[in-house]
């Protein structure tokens, strides 16, 4: 059944970028997703690069970190008939809703300055690490939502051209893809818009990700109620 969920996890994947995308280029070249370039901007930063926002890269590591412990601590040891726990489904709509508020709060007031730029860094950092922390319950490992390194090697790797089976292609095909498209069509908005109408859209595809996972779960736990009890009693 966790097949189901691919299609939803590449939307948040989608999602992911387009925050990315916002992130990066609106407030002052962070990764609130990518959490693999802020390591290295703040490694440069410290060996002296000039115009590299180390206090930025480094509250959005911290709260991404902050965004994990807390998800998982609320989805350990949860049990139940579906894949993602009803706890981790809670998370990803709770981070769809911060993420539209924080898009409504930037539309009203305009760009965040240096103080409020942090707290959106910040906040945004958290969702998604809540939401890596979540989905990580549904068990596919190339569907991450939040990186796609792995994902590339994996499907290098595994590969014909590298003496593989070269199984699961499309969906690690389509997790890079999608990141890439939510990026650039964030990167588009951003540049020629705005950043608040970018993490818009970026929150609505947050929203409807996490509504397609609400779909399958819901399949999920109804299949698992008309099964009823297997003969072994569980």
Do not use: C
Not at 65 to 92: D, E, F, K, N, S
């Amino acid at each position: 059944m966790t097949k189901s969920y691919e299609v939803p996890l590449l939307v948040l994947t989608a999602a992911t970028g387009a925050v990315d995308g916002v992130s990066y280029l609106a407030l002052d070249r962070v990764f609130t997703g990518n959490m693999t370039g802020n390591v290295l901007f703040i490694g440069f930063g410290l060996a002296g690069v000039s115009g590299l926002p180390v206090l930025n890269n480094l509250v959005a590591l911290l709260t991404f970190m902050l965004g994990a412990v807390l998800a998982a601590r609320l989805t350990r040891g949860a049990t139940g008939p579906a894949a993602l726990p009803a706890a981790g489904l809670a998370i990803l709509v709770g981070g769809s809703v911060l993420s539209l508020a924080l898009a409504g709060f930037w539309l009203v007031t305009g760009p965040p300055a240096h103080g409020a730029m942090l707290v959106v860094t910040g906040l945004l950092a958290l969702v998604l690490g809540a939401q890596a922390a979540a989905v990580k319950h549904i068990g596919i490992r190339d569907l991450s939502t939040v990186v796609v390194t792995m994902t590339m090697v994996n499907l290098s790797t595994d590969s014909r051209a590298a003496g593989g089976p070269g199984t699961a292609w499309l969906r690690r095909f389509g997790a890079i893809t999608t990141m890439g498209l939510g990026a650039f069509v964030s990167a588009v908005l951003t540049l020629r818009v705005n950043g608040a109408v970018a993490l818009v859209v970026a929150g609505a595809l947050l929203t409807l990700g996490t509504a397609l996972v609400a779909v399958v779960r819901r399949r999920e736990v109804a299949a698992a109620a008309t099964a009823g009890p297997s003969p072994n009693g569980h």
